[in-house]
């Protein structure tokens, strides 16, 4: 080694006073500093490659924090729990998105975003954006994603819209996360397969049969919306029958454990798949309605529409 070598080199007092100033990090300080890394890294990016929004899915009122002093909040889609998305914060963040209260993996996060601002028109299908997550309730972001809205879901490649007309955009996010609900929690410990059927309801009738005494005949259509939340949790009691639930647009429950018959129909979903995938995109081929599944077998949850799967949204963490 040579002299300057050795002159570069750290002595023991050196290594330790660095040491000791690394342990004196806390893990809030190293959350902040790896957040901010990661967002300057995404808004560099971005402007690099021409890209007009980052979507950030936030698990905590630290990043949320973080965020504000690095993005320009009008470039930023901000997705995160509801609690989080307080009145003062929607007032700083003009695109933002109600995620579901479910521990949900990284990129189930940043799925669920994209499909709920796309029906809430706050991104188009043409739109590629910068996608930056972390572990649920963790108070700093590690993945970073660029997307393509129109290669991630299928949908659009051939032009139709997500939701029909008649399909309200908060009857859609509700039925998804009581979806990723029971996939993750099931019925009394088992796990629960299951489909929604929404929208074009007048003409999905034409091909259904009861399986069993419809459960919701009878009701008044306010008891029957599944945007009042007491029904929620008949409804998760009814996912146990054999069947779909039909839902029109506007939220109200038609039926359940309704069979699908749309007739003589070729369609396509891929291997390991059962009956209820190929009902849901038999019917979503000849109606003008979507469809959402649950698997019980995977707890995967699926979205069809126009005979096709949209989006799959892999079972969420317990």
């Known amino acids: 080694m040579t002299v300057k070598e050795q002159r570069e080199r750290p002595n023991s007092k050196q290594r330790k006073e660095r040491h000791e100033a690394i342990r004196a ?104 954006l910068i996608c930056l997550a972390g572990q649920p309730r963790a108070l700093h972001l590690d993945t970073m994603m660029l997307i393509s809205v129109k290669d991630e879901l299928e949908l659009f490649t051939s032009g139709a819209d997500l939701l029909s007309d008649d399909v309200k955009p908060e009857v859609f996010e509700q039925l998804v996360e009581i979806a990723i609900q029971l996939a993750v929690e099931g019925r009394e410990g088992r796990p629960i397969g299951t489909m929604f059927v929404v929208g074009d309801s007048e003409n999905v009738k034409k091909h259904v049969t009861q399986l069993v005494l419809n459960p919701f005949a009878g009701y008044d259509e306010n008891i029957r919306s599944v945007l009042n939340p007491d029904i929620t949790e008949t409804i998760k009691e009814f996912s146990s029958i054999d069947g779909a639930f039909i839902i029109r647009g506007d939220g109200v429950v038609e039926s359940a454990g309704s069979y699908i018959q749309p007739g003589v129909l070729r369609v396509e979903v891929p291997m390991g798949l059962g009956t209820r995938h190929m009902a849901a995109a038999s019917i979503t081929a000849v109606t003008n309605a979507i469809a959402i599944t649950v698997s019980a077998s995977t707890g995967t949850v699926r979205i069809f529409r126009s005979g096709n799967i949209v989006m799959e949204i892999e079972r969420p963490r317990l």
């Open 25 to 128: 990090k806390t893990p809030e300080d190293v959350a902040t500093v790896t957040t901010q890394s990661l967002l300057k890294a995404a808004k560099a990016a971005a402007k690099e490659a021409n890209i007009s929004s980052v979507l950030v899915c936030a698990g905590s009122h630290e990043i949320i924090s973080v965020v504000e002093n690095v993005l320009d909040p009008e470039n930023c889609i901000l997705a995160a729990d509801e609690d989080m998305l307080t009145d003062d914060v929607r007032s700083r963040f003009k695109r933002t998105v109600d995620l579901p209260s479910i521990n949900l993996t990284r990129l189930g996060q940043i799925k669920v975003a994209l499909l709920l601002a796309l029906t809430r028109n706050i991104i188009d299908a043409d739109d590629v």
